[in-house]
């Protein structure tokens, strides 16, 4: 399984280096580590939207883990609390 550290500051900047760290991963199990995230803007969470429904598809794990206090927070914010339970082992 393969790990990628999120950034602290997932925002409109951060989008295109995300989407494009994942396609490189396409394929492979993957663990994103949010443990560090201290903000996640609405095109970054599109970005792990996507790739959530994309692995399910391949039917590969991706998993988001650990969660940062902040991040959990802007997650339910967004109306997106179940993420992390939908990226975890989401395979089909």
Do not use: F
């Given at each position: 399984?393969?790990?990628?550290?999120?950034?602290?500051?997932?925002?409109?900047?951060?989008?295109?280096?995300l989407r494009?760290?994942?396609?490189?991963?396409?394929?492979?199990?993957?663990?994103?580590?949010?443990?560090?995230?201290?903000r996640?803007?609405?095109?970054?969470?599109?970005?792990?939207i996507?790739?959530?429904?994309?692995?399910?598809?391949?039917?590969?794990?991706?998993?988001?883990?650990?969660?940062?206090?902040?991040?959990?927070?802007?997650?339910?914010?967004?109306?997106?609390?179940?993420?992390?339970?939908?990226?975890?082992g989401?395979?089909?």
């Amino acid at each position: 399984m393969t790990a990628v550290r999120l950034p602290a500051v997932l925002d409109i900047r951060a989008a295109g280096t995300l989407r494009e760290d994942l396609l490189a991963l396409r394929g492979s199990d993957i663990v994103l580590d949010g443990g560090e995230v201290e903000r996640i803007g609405g095109l970054c969470l599109q970005v792990l939207i996507s790739a959530k429904k994309t692995w399910a598809m391949d039917g590969k794990a991706l998993t988001l883990a650990p969660l940062s206090d902040a991040l959990t927070e802007q997650l339910a914010a967004y109306g997106c609390a179940d993420l992390n339970t939908d990226l975890v082992g989401a395979t089909g």
